[in-house]
């Protein structure tokens, strides 16, 4: 399992960015998905979530109404509109996977990409 994370950067307050991960070594479409972050002020913790066929969702309080998952089946893509973004969304972003394997749960992480939103 490979999940690569990219469009990270620096970006003013009220900007945008697009995160996009690239998922191999599974049956992508089978799975939910999901992106985390990691910022000064907080441990790792989930950030929005996305079904296998992409039509169920869910986000973070703070993050509602600004930032937007979705994926691509075919490309085996997930990606994350990040709207409107303030100083407090700086931090590492993580694509995650998860499901209950043969020999108990499994999950898998990209690297992280770094996002930082100057004020």
């Known amino acids: 399992v490979q999940l690569v994370e990219s469009g990270g950067g620096l970006v003013q307050a009220g900007g945008s960015l697009k995160l996009s991960c690239a998922a191999s070594g599974f049956t992508f479409s089978r799975y939910g998905m999901a992106w985390y972050r990691q910022t000064p002020r907080e441990e790792r913790a989930w950030v929005a979530v996305i079904n296998s066929n992409g039509r169920i969702t869910d986000y973070k309080d703070s993050v509602k109404g600004r930032f937007t998952i979705s994926r691509d089946n075919g490309k085996k893509m997930v990606y994350l509109q990040m709207n409107n973004l303030k100083p407090e969304d700086t931090g590492v972003y993580y694509c995650?996977?998860?499901?209950?394997?043969?020999?108990?749960?499994?999950?898998?992480w990209g690297q992280g990409i770094q996002v930082t939103v100057s004020s």
């Open positions: 995650q996977t998860a499901w209950s394997g043969d020999s108990g749960p499994e999950e898998y």
